[in-house]
């Protein structure tokens, strides 16, 4: 197409002026193509100048980085997070070719909540006769990619947990036992005449309590769950949770706050497991909010799901530890088993939901639950009195 606009281009001394007005109409017709071919692509474009001033942008880089179309100003100028604008600026002034850098962004998208977004961005230089003429930045929003990629590694690692370790728990936890009911008998035989003594029994027999906690969390964390799904209120079961812990949370300096939606509709749910994810996730944040702060539990009805999100004022979570928190073992307390978090995303796995983080370093997380509604009409083969047949 450029070559016969050349050739018309030579010739523009012969030319009359229906043939021209046939040019611009042709030329016209050709730039909005590329501008429909342009914002139908699902990644975004950016096209800078050679002093790296915004010449072009499609709708979905409009979007990704919430721009308005600011056409003859310094790209870094026009980007609102600090980060995003530095790696810009950095890139664009080197001239170096930049291939996939990850970013996470704070989405400014009102359906996004101003939720992390993950972002891959590419910086190639425009060359023309061998000089560079500009630059073009591609970005794609990567968060549910890598989303998937994060599941898919989360259910394989359960699955490689499952292999291994019904046996091998089952043979620490029967000598632990014997070492519990061994200390005691010695304890008694020996007595206590002093301070030491007690000191190091005490001592003892707080280790034999932390490794029999251990093993039984693995043990649930890799036994296959048997589910009595019944219909249940979340809200009920938040209230009861929340006037438990309220106390031990004020004693932390943590106040609660519990928002609930009254038009909650009913879902099927274990409510010892459902209980136990929710624990879990109080726990995590009163141990991320060491000198207190705001717990925040709420319930929201959707079309087709019921959302629960636990948010805490705590010390957050680093972007790049994000995907790794529902993993097994991964833990950043001196203390903990890392198995917590993987026993939550479990639970909620085995109740057909979903469960997903967001978190600002310095700031807080937030966890949010998503469980299916409960479809009355929509009987289970199986099932009687919204109650699995066993």
Same mark, same amino acid.
């Given at each position: 197409? %450029?070559? $016969?606009?050349?050739?018309?281009?030579?010739?523009?001394?012969?030319?009359?002026?229906?043939?021209?007005?046939?040019?611009?109409?042709?030329?016209?017709?050709?730039?909005?193509?590329?501008?429909?071919?342009?914002?139908?692509?699902?990644?975004?474009?950016?096209?800078?100048?050679?002093?790296?001033?915004?010449?072009?942008? %499609?709708?979905?880089? @409009?979007?990704?980085?919430?721009?308005?179309?600011?056409?003859?100003?310094?790209?870094?100028?026009?980007?609102?997070? &600090? !980060?995003?604008?530095?790696?810009?600026?950095?890139?664009? +002034?080197?001239? !170096?070719?930049? @291939?996939?850098?990850?970013?996470?962004?704070?989405? +400014?998208?009102?359906?996004?909540?101003?939720?992390?977004? @993950?972002?891959?961005? =590419?910086?190639?230089?425009?060359?023309?006769?061998?000089?560079?003429?500009?630059?073009?930045?591609?970005?794609?929003?990567?968060?549910?990619?890598?989303?998937?990629?994060?599941?898919?590694?989360?259910?394989?690692?359960?699955?490689? @947990?499952?292999?291994?370790?019904?046996?091998?728990?089952?043979?620490?936890?029967? #000598?632990?036992?014997?070492? =519990?009911?061994?200390? +005691?008998?010695?304890?008694?035989?020996?007595?206590?005449?002093?301070?030491?003594?007690?000191?190091? $029994?005490?001592?003892?027999?707080?280790?034999? &309590?932390?490794?029999?906690?251990?093993?039984? &969390?693995?043990?649930?964390?890799?036994?296959?769950?048997?589910?009595?799904?019944?219909?249940?209120?979340?809200?009920?079961?938040?209230?009861?949770?929340?006037?438990?812990?309220?106390?031990?949370?004020?004693?932390?300096?943590?106040?609660?706050?519990?928002?609930? !939606?009254?038009?909650? #509709?009913?879902?099927?749910?274990?409510?010892?497991?459902?209980?136990?994810?929710?624990?879990?996730?109080?726990? %995590?944040?009163?141990?991320?909010?060491?000198?207190?702060?705001?717990?925040?539990?709420?319930?929201?009805?959707?079309?087709?799901?019921?959302?629960?999100?636990?948010?805490?004022?705590?010390?957050?979570?680093?972007?790049?530890?994000?995907?790794?928190?529902?993993? #097994?073992?991964?833990?950043?307390?001196?203390?903990?088993?890392?198995?917590?978090?993987?026993?939550?995303?479990?639970?909620?796995?085995?109740?057909?939901?979903?469960?997903?983080?967001?978190?600002?370093?310095?700031?807080?997380?937030? $966890?949010?639950?998503?469980?299916?509604?409960?479809?009355?009409?929509?009987?289970?083969?199986?099932?009687?009195?919204?109650?699995?047949?066993?």
């Amino acid at each position: 197409m %450029n070559s $016969f606009y050349l050739r018309a281009l030579s010739k523009k001394d012969k030319l009359t002026a229906e043939q021209y007005r046939e040019l611009l109409v042709s030329a016209s017709a050709e730039i909005a193509r590329l501008e429909t071919v342009l914002d139908s692509l699902p990644s975004g474009i950016l096209v800078c100048d050679e002093k790296h001033s915004l010449i072009k942008a %499609n709708q979905s880089a @409009l979007r990704l980085l919430s721009l308005s179309h600011k056409e003859g100003i310094l790209l870094w100028e026009i980007i609102s997070d &600090d !980060d995003l604008a530095g790696f810009f600026k950095k890139s664009l +002034q080197s001239g !170096d070719q930049v @291939l996939e850098h990850e970013m996470y962004v704070r989405s +400014q998208r009102i359906s996004d909540a101003g939720a992390n977004r @993950l972002l891959s961005i =590419s910086v190639h230089p425009l060359v023309e006769k061998r000089h560079i003429t500009g630059s073009l930045v591609r970005i794609e929003d990567i968060t549910e990619k890598r989303g998937r990629e994060a599941r898919l590694r989360r259910a394989e690692n359960l699955a490689s @947990l499952t292999t291994l370790a019904a046996g091998v728990a089952h043979e620490i936890k029967n #000598p632990l036992g014997a070492i =519990s009911i061994h200390l +005691q008998l010695l304890q008694k035989a020996i007595g206590i005449k002093d301070g030491n003594n007690h000191k190091y $029994f005490t001592v003892l027999h707080e280790e034999v &309590d932390r490794l029999n906690r251990i093993v039984v &969390d693995f043990l649930f964390a890799v036994r296959p769950m048997t589910l009595e799904l019944r219909e249940g209120n979340l809200n009920s079961l938040i209230t009861e949770l929340a006037d438990f812990f309220r106390a031990e949370l004020e004693q932390s300096d943590i106040r609660l706050w519990v928002e609930l !939606d009254e038009k909650l #509709p009913p879902v099927l749910i274990d409510e010892r497991y459902m209980k136990q994810a929710l624990l879990n996730l109080i726990k %995590n944040a009163q141990a991320a909010m060491p000198n207190g702060g705001l717990l925040t539990i709420a319930t929201i009805a959707l079309d087709s799901e019921i959302r629960i999100s636990v948010c805490d004022t705590g010390i957050g979570i680093m972007p790049e530890n994000l995907k790794k928190i529902f993993e #097994p073992y991964y833990t950043t307390k001196d203390n903990g088993t890392g198995l917590g978090l993987t026993l939550v995303y479990k639970i909620i796995r085995e109740h057909q939901g979903d469960v997903s983080v967001d978190s600002r370093e310095g700031e807080g997380t937030d $966890f949010e639950i998503s469980l299916p509604v409960y479809q009355k009409e929509q009987r289970l083969i199986g099932c009687k009195n919204g109650e699995y047949a066993k």
